[in-house]
């Protein structure tokens, strides 16, 4: 995938890579999050032949760590279809069988009121894991380095071929947990990039990542 940004160098965004793209410029810094946040008239990405690809389908916009996503309601939906595709027939029959045991259970409760009410059996898998409230431990989702490692696992467990965007990274992570990160990405072929507000001099943080930089005067450092 080629990450193109109006009239600057393009990039070439590959499966493992961890990319930064640093800029000390307040305008670029705010066109690369709008334009990784759908505005495709600031940011684009084209296929290995240029085709133009759809930000919304190949981007997931993550931003910063601590103050964007809600990573249980984001990803809740495909992880319960995830789960629930996964099942073998004996632990979809288990999941039934002690469904079927909780609304019996609530009928004979029923039984004692004179009055025509019952319970309606649900075998959707899909609603009883929603109603299990599958989410993650609040402590892992709200540490900016927990998060992150999560957000690559959960691209390799959901087969996701997008790539994750994050902005803010050094503000949480020390350098060799960036350089963690960038091992993780590379280990489960994860594409990453992320977008930091910084100085040219502090591109040794990012050593183990892909380092792209545009200065305070538009000019290209890669």
Same mark, same amino acid.
């Given at each position: 995938?080629?990450?193109?940004?109006?009239?600057?160098?393009?990039?070439?965004?590959? @499966? $493992?890579?961890?990319?930064?793209?640093?800029?000390?410029?307040?305008?670029?810094?705010?066109?690369?999050?709008? $334009?990784?946040?759908g505005d495709m008239d600031l940011v684009n990405f084209f296929d290995k032949d240029y085709?133009?690809?759809?930000?919304?389908?190949?981007? *997931?916009?993550? $931003? *910063?760590?601590? %103050?964007?996503? *809600?990573?249980?309601?984001?990803?809740?939906?495909?992880?319960?279809?995830?789960?629930?595709?996964?099942?073998?027939e004996k632990e979809i029959n288990?999941?039934? %069988?002690?469904?079927?045991?909780?609304?019996?259970?609530?009928q004979s409760h029923l039984f004692m009121y004179d009055l025509p009410i019952e319970v309606e059996y649900d075998n959707d898998l899909k609603r009883i894991f929603k109603y299990s409230k599958i989410h993650f431990d609040n402590f892992s989702i709200n540490n900016p380095y927990d998060k992150i490692k999560i957000l690559i696992k959960l691209h390799? %467990?959901? @087969? *996701?071929?997008?790539?994750?965007?994050?902005?803010?990274?050094?503000?949480?992570?020390?350098p060799e947990q960036i350089g963690g990160i960038a091992d993780?990405? @590379?280990?489960?072929?994860?594409?990453?990039?992320?977008? %930091?507000?910084?100085?040219?001099?502090?591109k040794d943080t990012y050593k183990h990542c892909n380092f792209a930089y545009i200065d305070q005067d538009f000019v290209d450092w890669y």
């Open positions: 995938m080629i990450f193109s940004y109006r009239t600057h160098k393009k990039i070439t965004i590959q @499966k $493992g890579n961890a990319v930064v793209i640093g800029t000390n410029n307040q305008s670029v810094y705010l066109d690369l999050i709008n $334009g990784l946040n085709n133009m690809l759809d930000n919304s389908k190949n981007i *997931d916009w993550v $931003g *910063d760590l601590l %103050e964007s996503i *809600d990573v249980n309601q984001k990803y809740k939906n495909k992880l319960i279809n995830n789960i629930s595709n996964h099942l073998n288990s999941v039934h %069988e002690a469904n079927r045991k909780l609304f019996n259970t609530i390799l %467990e959901l @087969k *996701d071929s997008s790539v994750l965007a994050v902005t803010n990274v050094a503000h949480y992570l020390t993780l990405c @590379k280990s489960a072929s994860i594409p990453l990039i992320m977008i %930091e507000f910084t100085d040219l001099q502090s």
